[in-house]
C-alpha cells in the first residue's frame, strides 16, 4: 500500500472518528431533552390529574346542594 493510500485511509479515519463523536454529543443531548420532555409530562400529567379531582369534588357539591 503506497503513503498517499495511507495517508487517505488516515484521513478517513478521523473524519470517521470526528464524526461518531458528533453523533455521539448530540445522542446525548437528545437524551437529556427527551429526559426534560418526560419530567414535563409527567408534571402535566400530575396537574390534569389534580385539576380532575377537583371538577369533580365540585360536581359532587353541586349535586349535593341539588339535593338540599
Avoid: P, Y
Avoid at 38 to 65: G, V
Wanted: charged share 40%; glycine share 0%; aromatic share 2%.
Amino acid at each position: 500500500m503506497e503513503q498517499s493510500e495511507v495517508q487517505a485511509l488516515a484521513d478517513k479515519l478521523d473524519r470517521l472518528i470526528e464524526h461518531c463523536q458528533k453523533l455521539e454529543r448530540d445522542n446525548a443531548i437528545l437524551r437529556d431533552l427527551q429526559d426534560d420532555w418526560n419530567r414535563e409530562r409527567a408534571q402535566l400529567m400530575q396537574k390534569n390529574d389534580h385539576a380532575k379531582h377537583k371538577i369533580e369534588a365540585m360536581i359532587s357539591r353541586l349535586r349535593a346542594l341539588e339535593h338540599h
